[in-house]
C-alpha cells in the first residue's frame, strides 16, 4: 500500500522556523507533484504550496509566500516545506498529498499523509 508519512510538526514560537517532511513509501511517488495542505479547527484544509515532480515549478498561497519554501529530493522520495518567520496563525495539521500534476484543490489529490501537527505560540 502506497504511503505517505509526514513529519517534523510541533511547537514553536512566533517568528520560528519548522521544515516539514513527507516521505514516500513507493518509488513511484518520484515521479508525482506533492502538495502540502492545511487545516485548522473547525475549519476546511487549505492550499499551502505544491511542486511538480520534476521541481522546477512551485506553487504557493498568498499567505505563505515568501515565508515558506517547498523542495524535493526525488532521490529519497521526499518533499519539504520549510517555513519561516512562523505567525500563530500557521497554526494547523499540515497534510501533504501525491497527484500527478501539481494542483491547489485538495480534491484533485488521490493520496495522503495522516498530517502532522504545527502549534506557533504568540
Known amino acids: 500500500q502506497v504511503q505517505l508519512v509526514e513529519s517534523g510538526g510541533g511547537l514553536v514560537q512566533a517568528g520560528g522556523s519548522l521544515r516539514l517532511s513527507c516521505a514516500a513509501s513507493e518509488r513511484t511517488f518520484s515521479t508525482y507533484a506533492r502538495g502540502w495542505f492545511r487545516q485548522a479547527p473547525g475549519k476546511a484544509r487549505e492550499f499551502v504550496a505544491s511542486i511538480s515532480w520534476t521541481g522546477s515549478n512551485t506553487y504557493y498561497a498568498d499567505s505563505v509566500k515568501g515565508r515558506f519554501a517547498i523542495s524535493r529530493d526525488n532521490a529519497k522520495n521526499t518533499v519539504y516545506l520549510q517555513m519561516n518567520s512562523l505567525k500563530p496563525e500557521d497554526t494547523a495539521v499540515y497534510y501533504c498529498?501525491?497527484?500527478?500534476?501539481?494542483?491547489?484543490?485538495?480534491?484533485?489529490?488521490?493520496?495522503w499523509g495522516q498530517g502532522t501537527a504545527v502549534t506557533v505560540s504568540s
Open positions: 498529498g501525491a497527484r500527478p500534476l501539481p494542483s491547489s484543490r485538495y480534491r484533485d489529490y488521490s493520496y
